[in-house]
Nanobody
Framework: QVQLVESGGGLVQAGGSLRLSCAVS????????MGWFRQAPGKEREFVAA????????AYVDSVKGRFTISRDNAQNTVYLQMNSLKPEDAAVYYC??????????????WGQGTQVTVSS
């Protein structure tokens, strides 16, 4: 089992920044890729970014490239999503997930509870 706890969401003005954190625990979490997904009301859950615990390789959806950065702290067992230049369309509930190295939510068996990000225009 892998346990994930997100934090860091909130309300920010367009153009502002937030950093999301995902604290990870469990026996074998380092075997998994870590992903951030988001889901806005009435929309499907969307891949945002992923990182490999082992190699540090990263991947992003095109809409956040150059604005968001995913990173990991192996000592703290924490994954971060630094979000800069936020836009109103970035508003959603953001979820941390652990699973296979892919962009589909179906490949991630472990999920956090989600954290709300609201961007005012």
């Amino acid at each position: 089992q892998v346990q994930l706890v997100e934090s860091g969401g909130g309300l920010v003005q367009a153009g502002g920044s937030l950093r999301l954190s995902c604290a990870v625990s469990g026996r074998t979490f380092s075997r998994y890729a870590m992903g951030w997904f988001r889901q806005a009301p009435g929309k499907e859950r969307e891949f945002v970014a992923a990182i490999s615990w082992i190699s540090g390789s990263t991947a992003y959806v095109d809409s956040v490239k150059g604005r968001f950065t995913i990173s990991r702290d192996n000592a703290q067992n924490t994954v971060y999503l630094q979000m800069n230049s936020l836009k109103p369309e970035d508003a959603a509930v953001y979820y941390c997930a652990a699973g296979a190295w892919q962009r589909s939510p179906s490949g991630y068996p472990y999920w956090g509870q989600g954290t709300q990000v609201t961007v005012s225009s």
